[in-house]
């Protein structure tokens, strides 16, 4: 495929401003395999690494472009690629369950998209049922996919937000995400206390403090 990646890179320029919480993603992101995409990685952190004056004929640096390479497409930044969305098993409700579900303390793991290094804590998610009800693990699911992105907190918090509610057709959705940022504890301001709090209400969670205040006891915060 004739794609030439630092034309793509220049063209980018300075102008683009996100409107939404949208990933900003070129418009042609997808023309590229996955094959493709881990070889160009592989090639320019190489440089990287050449230009840092490691030795790549070292043994165990040797095969680190393409580690790192396949690590970002098919693991950390697997996120980006729509085919690797998780499919929402959903199920009629049955049992007439009308009350909060809550699925608290899903570990995920990110990376800050301003340094590319990790950002990782807890999501916590609750959903009110409008008829349908969806399997435990695709919540997880659903944190994790959007995790594997470059990230800022709030846009991760939106994004599950919406996703959840797009997917479950109701608006009572309520996420909150208590995390670590690594570009704020292992470097710069070097905090390694500090933790930041975000949070996606929706429907009755906007509306009604009592929903709001019922979650947060569950989740304990
Ligand atoms: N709002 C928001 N900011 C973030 C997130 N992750 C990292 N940041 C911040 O993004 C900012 C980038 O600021 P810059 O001044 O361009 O970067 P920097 O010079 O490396 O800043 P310092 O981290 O203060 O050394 C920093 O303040 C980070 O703490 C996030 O998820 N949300
Ligand atoms: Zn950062």
Redesign the pocket.
């Given at each position: 495929m004739g794609i030439n990646i630092s034309r793509d890179i220049d063209e980018i320029g300075d102008e683009h401003v996100g409107t939404s919480f949208e990933t900003p993603l070129r418009e042609d992101a997808f023309e590229m395999d996955d094959e493709l995409k881990i070889e160009l990685i592989e090639k320019h952190f190489k440089e990287i690494m050449h230009v840092l004056g490691l030795d790549l004929t070292d043994d165990s640096l040797k095969g680190t472009p393409r580690r790192v390479a396949k690590m970002y497409i098919q693991e950390i930044f697997s996120g980006l690629d729509p085919k690797n969305k998780p499919d929402a098993k959903l199920f009629e409700n049955k049992y007439k369950y009308n009350e909060m579900l809550v699925e608290k303390d899903i570990t995920f793991f990110s990376n800050?998209e301003?340094?590319f290094v990790p950002?990782y804590g807890k999501a916590h998610v609750a959903y009110i049922s409008n008829g349908t009800v969806i399997g435990l693990s695709k919540i997880n699911r659903i944190v994790q996919y959007f995790a594997k992105r470059p990230?800022?907190?709030?846009r991760l918090t939106m994004q599950i937000g919406n996703e959840l509610r797009e997917i479950l057709g109701t608006d009572d959705i309520a996420v909150v995400i208590d995390a670590h940022?690594m570009?704020?504890s292992s470097r710069?301001?070097k905090d390694v206390n500090s933790s930041t709090v975000t949070s996606f209400y929706s429907g009755k969670f906007e509306r009604e403090e009592n929903s709001r205040n019922e979650f947060m006891k569950y989740i304990s915060l």
């Open positions: 800050c301003h340094h950002i990230q800022v907190q709030e940022h570009c704020v710069g301001i």
